[in-house]
């Protein structure tokens, strides 16, 4: 079988150079003949052979409009490469952009065709963020129906193809996102402080704000601590000042992007999501294996991994009093919600096999 998975992000392309992701690559080619990955990405990146049958190529496009145009075309010339009457498999790793440049090559190669769903565009919120996303609600309302195989990140996703698209059960496969384990035992802050950790992307649809906000009100409850955000993006600025409109700049502390985060959770005593949407929450999985509870907007992996009143507290979209009000249960009982760290589920050899499952699924009878 050759595999061609089509994605975006240029963020994901430099993750190419990482030798931890380039081995986990590696691992996923172990499965196919030949793989080959073509990413959207801007200019200044050049082709990397992950392995000897693995091999990814950067559109190095100028314009984010222009990438699948230039994808299409590469597209059709890696698919040049295959023997005659060879099996193919396209994965596309959104049923968006990378889904429609999935399709038409799927239409022009007689390939098999297998669309992901990582973030759960059914949410409200995804669709009013901006007007290409409604765009993209539709693109995926027509594709997804015409996919020979799905995989999802989590439940939540799948019911909703099922009830909202009337996609059989059979054509859908659900797999979180792998993330590799992190080595963080819980001690609590050196100073012995209450600890907020959020980790997150700083774009508007994590809602950062609103864990500012909360963390705000929460200080004004009577409540004592302090609040990690660890990531980066084009509202750091925005969020750097609203926490020194509320007052709170001495006591939450921005950090950007790192590698390791290990350090962090181990400082944690609850971790804090606020989105608006999440396909699943690796950030906030890592939490949960690492024993730390959880208060989470009712996105991604709320009530499948993280459940309400045990190792966290789910909250609606949007409500901040909730989340003050929850880091307030947790700051006064402690020990009410302190899980101990759940085993993940599987080891990657396990994850591998998933993977090849949701892959071959795809598959002609």
Same mark, same amino acid.
């Given at each position: 079988?050759?595999?061609?998975?089509?994605?975006?992000?240029?963020?994901?392309?430099?993750?190419? &150079?990482?030798? #931890?992701?380039? =081995?986990?690559i590696?691992?996923?080619?172990?499965?196919?003949?030949?793989?080959?990955?073509?990413?959207?990405?801007?200019?200044?990146?050049?082709?990397?052979?992950l392995?000897e049958n693995?091999?990814?190529f950067?559109?190095?496009?100028?314009?984010?409009w222009?990438?699948? *145009?230039?994808?299409? @075309?590469?597209? #059709?010339?890696?698919?040049?490469?295959?023997?005659?009457?060879?099996?193919? !498999?396209?994965?596309?790793?959104?049923?968006?952009?990378?889904?429609?440049?999935a399709w038409?090559?799927?239409? @022009?190669?007689?390939?098999?065709?297998?669309?992901?769903? +990582?973030?759960?565009f059914?949410?409200?919120?995804?669709?009013? =963020?901006?007007? =290409?996303?409604?765009? @993209?609600?539709r693109?995926?309302? *027509?594709?997804?129906?015409?996919? %020979?195989?799905?995989?999802?990140?989590?439940?939540?996703?799948?019911?909703?193809?099922?009830?909202?698209?009337?996609?059989?059960?059979?054509?859908?496969?659900?797999?979180?996102?792998?993330?590799?384990?992190?080595?963080?035992?819980?001690?609590?802050?050196?100073?012995?402080?209450?600890?907020?950790?959020?980790?997150?992307?700083?774009?508007?649809?994590?809602?950062? %704000? +609103?864990?500012?906000?909360?963390?705000h009100?929460?200080?004004?409850?009577?409540?004592?601590?302090?609040?990690?955000?660890?990531?980066?993006?084009?509202?750091?600025?925005?969020?750097?000042?609203?926490?020194?409109? &509320? #007052?709170? +700049?001495?006591?939450?502390?921005? +950090?950007?992007?790192?590698?390791?985060?290990?350090?962090?959770?181990?400082?944690?005593?609850?971790?804090?999501?606020?989105?608006?949407?999440?396909?699943?929450?690796?950030?906030?999985?890592?939490?949960?294996?690492?024993?730390?509870?959880?208060v989470?907007?009712?996105?991604?992996?709320?009530?499948?991994?993280?459940?309400?009143?045990?190792?966290?507290?789910?909250?609606? !979209?949007?409500?901040?009093?909730?989340?003050?009000?929850? &880091?307030?249960?947790?700051?006064?009982?402690?020990?009410r919600? #302190?899980?101990?760290p759940?085993?993940?589920q599987?080891?990657?050899?396990?994850? &591998?096999?998933?993977?090849?499952?949701?892959?071959?699924?795809?598959?002609?009878d």
């Open positions: 079988m050759t595999l061609l998975t089509i994605g975006s992000g240029h963020r994901n392309f430099s993750d190419f &150079l990482n030798p #931890k992701s380039r =081995e986990r590696a691992a996923y080619g172990t499965l196919v003949d030949r793989s080959f990955i073509l990413a959207f990405t801007r200019p200044g990146f050049e082709k990397q052979t392995a693995v091999i990814a950067p559109t190095n496009s100028s314009s984010r222009l990438a699948p *145009f230039q994808a299409w @075309r590469m597209g #059709k010339a890696i698919l040049g490469l295959a023997s005659k009457g060879e099996e193919i !498999v396209i994965s596309a790793q959104d049923p968006f952009e990378s889904g429609l440049v038409l090559l799927r239409r @022009r190669s007689g390939a098999r065709l297998q669309l992901q769903v +990582h973030t759960d059914f949410s409200p919120y995804f669709r009013r =963020e901006r007007w =290409e996303n409604r765009v @993209r609600f693109i995926a309302k *027509f594709l997804l129906p015409r996919a %020979d195989c799905i995989r999802v990140v989590s439940q939540r996703i799948k019911r909703s193809l099922e009830s909202q698209l009337k996609i059989e059960a059979s054509k859908i496969v659900t797999l979180p996102i792998w993330s590799v384990p992190l080595d963080a035992v819980p001690q609590g802050a050196a100073d012995g402080a209450f600890s907020i950790l959020v980790v997150a992307r700083l774009e508007k649809e994590k809602q950062i %704000d +609103h864990a500012l906000l909360a963390f009100k929460f200080i004004k409850r009577g409540g004592a601590g302090k609040m990690a955000i660890v990531g980066d993006g084009s509202e750091r600025r925005l969020l750097e000042n609203l926490a020194r409109t &509320l #007052k709170i +700049h001495n006591q939450v502390v921005f +950090h950007g992007w790192r590698d390791n985060l290990s350090h962090y959770y181990a400082e944690a005593d609850v971790f804090l999501v606020t989105s608006q949407y999440e396909g699943w929450g690796v950030a906030a999985a890592d939490a949960v294996y690492a024993g730390i509870p959880v989470m907007t009712d996105v991604g992996l709320a009530g499948e991994l993280v459940r309400d009143g045990g190792n966290g507290i789910i909250v609606p !979209v949007g409500d901040t009093d909730a989340i003050a009000r929850a &880091l307030s249960s947790i700051a006064a009982d402690p020990d919600f #302190k899980p101990r759940i085993r993940r599987e080891s990657f050899d396990e994850y &591998l096999a998933r993977y090849r499952e949701a892959l071959y699924r795809c598959r002609r």
